[in-house]
């Protein structure tokens, strides 16, 4: 089998997809251990035995629905790539907002900042990478999660970020690098589940194979954003900053908690799509 043929076998296996023949090309390429545009510069070239044996097999996994990024074990996010699996959220362009209002809020001076449920690491990584004089917290539930995110912080060889185990703030009760049990930190930082469990796209496209526990929260997917905003305002300093990310259409419902809780100087940020995806505030 040439690439020329693999790929036109391969895009009429993929007709559920949305993209099925870039699918077909990054799948392929990754089989072979090469970029796109070699595909298109060799045509011609026959894959090996081995080279067609574990194409067909990303093919297949692919047709069953499986995520793109599960069957690479990488997904790009901010200016690096992450080692992700199904243990994991599939970090996605919309939570970099996160990032950039922490950089733009924050100066550079030195910084405690913790990242509740941070899954693959994206959020306290990119931040961690980018500001080597803060100090991040990054927490999680899930002891697999975490695995997945120690792995990602020695890739990118970085020494200011600590992982902890535990369910929101219960994990912010002091650790190695914390001088007490009574730590205050300048910005908590959250991308929670805030998805509610009737949403019907929950049963479509890659969402149906991430960790549903990191996906769908109850009280119409309010029930965890409302938990952190309670608990963190403790764990903050004076002026300190609290973000989350939320669903497009719960906007005011997480101005309103945030309010209701004490918050001052609450703003809703768009995404690059115009979409108010994330609501900061002060204590």
């Known amino acids: 089998m040439q690439i020329q043929q693999a790929l036109s076998h391969a895009s009429s296996h993929l007709n559920q997809s949305e993209s099925p023949r870039l699918d077909a090309e990054i799948l392929l390429a990754h089989a072979l251990g090469k970029s796109r545009e070699f595909l298109v510069t060799w045509p011609e070239i026959d894959l090996s035995e081995s080279e067609q044996h574990t194409f067909l097999h990303l093919l297949g996994q692919r047709a069953l ?3 793109i990024a599960y069957l690479l074990g990488k997904k790009a996010f901010w200016d690096f790539d992450l080692t992700v699996n199904s243990d ?3 970090p996605r362009p919309e939570t970099e907002l996160l990032v950039e209002l922490a950089l733009e809020h924050l100066d550079t001076s030195k910084h405690l900042l ?3 449920g941070t899954g693959s690491g994206a959020i306290a990584l990119a931040l961690a990478k980018e500001r080597p ?3 991040l917290v990054a927490t999680d539930s899930s002891e697999a999660a975490l695995k997945v995110a120690k792995l990602n912080a020695e890739n990118l060889r970085l020494d200011n970020i600590e992982l902890r185990q535990g369910s ?10 914390s001088e007490n049990s ?3 930190y300048d910005a908590i930082i959250s991308n929670p589940p805030y998805i509610d469990k009737t949403d019907v796209h929950l049963s479509q496209g890659d969402v149906r194979f991430e960790p549903v526990q990191a996906l769908v929260a109850e009280e119409q997917g309010l029930a965890d954003l409302r938990q952190i905003a309670t608990q963190v305002l403790e764990k903050l300093k ?12 719960q906007a005011e419902a997480v101005r309103q908690l945030l309010e209701q809780s004490g918050y001052n100087d609450i703003q809703t940020h768009k995404d690059l799509a115009g979409l108010e995806r994330v609501t900061m505030a002060r204590r």
């Open 133 to 135: 004089e803060w100090q």
């Open 65 to 67: 629905g499986q995520p």
């Open 88 to 90: 994991v959220l599939i």
């Open 168 to 177: 929101w703030c219960e994990a912010l009760k002091g650790g190695k690098n």
């Open 182 to 184: 009574n730590e205050k």
């Open 114 to 116: 913790a990242d509740l």
């Open 238 to 249: 004076p002026d300190a900053i609290l973000m989350l990310e939320h669903g497009y259409q």
